[in-house]
């Protein structure tokens, strides 16, 4: 039995009605996954973020606190190598781009899961409920696109896809001598 059997008002059917669960699954998929690389960034953040703490708490009790005990050009040397060491952890931070990669990912977590939630309540409803569905399988669609296009993840880090993959071998558009090229 269909899910929405013989009705189809405002032009919903189930081959509609499966590309958006389809889609909504994948936004579930993808949001989990942007989750995951905002967690990791986040994990990679700390092995920046504290040594710079930690010299430059250091670097400001040498430079006020030892004073009596040892002569101002040791000070002097011993704190500029200390901020050169936090220049340099910094620097490397910024050219990993850890911070915005994590900040990335965390908006397109976001997103994805918002338009998960946005195509779960259009099905839960019922059919003479819904909006019209070439209108919204058109936006829905564009703003995924939009989504992925954007997004950072790479096809061998989603192992659960639910949009049909094309084939590694398609046949040839060209003639009709039935050869196979690959993609």
């Known amino acids: 039995m269909s899910v929405l059997g013989d009705d ?68 002097s040397i011993t ?3 200390l901020a050169l060491l936090c220049g340099i952890i910094t620097s490397v931070e910024l050219y990993l781009g850890i911070n915005s990669n994590m900040t990335n990912e965390l908006d397109k977590s976001k997103e994805f899961y918002l338009l998960s939630v946005k195509l779960f309540k259009e099905l839960a409803l019922e059919v003479y409920q819904r909006a019209d569905c070439k209108t919204f399988l058109e936006q829905a669609l564009a703003e995924y696109c939009k989504l992925i296009e954007t997004s950072n993840l790479t096809h061998n880090k989603i192992a659960d896809d639910c949009l049909q993959p094309l084939p590694e071998k398609m046949p040839s558009l060209v003639g009709d001598s039935g050869s196979e090229n690959n993609i």
């Open 8 to 75: 189809l008002r405002n032009g919903w059917n189930d081959h509609n009605f499966a590309i958006l669960e389809r889609m909504r699954k994948n936004c579930v998929l993808y949001s989990k996954l942007h989750r995951h690389e905002f967690l990791a960034y986040q994990r990679q953040l700390k092995y920046f973020k504290v040594p710079v703490i930690f010299f430059s708490a250091i670097n400001s009790v040498i430079s006020v606190g030892l004073t009596e005990y040892l002569s101002q050009n040791y000070i």
């Open 79 to 81: 704190s500029c190598g």
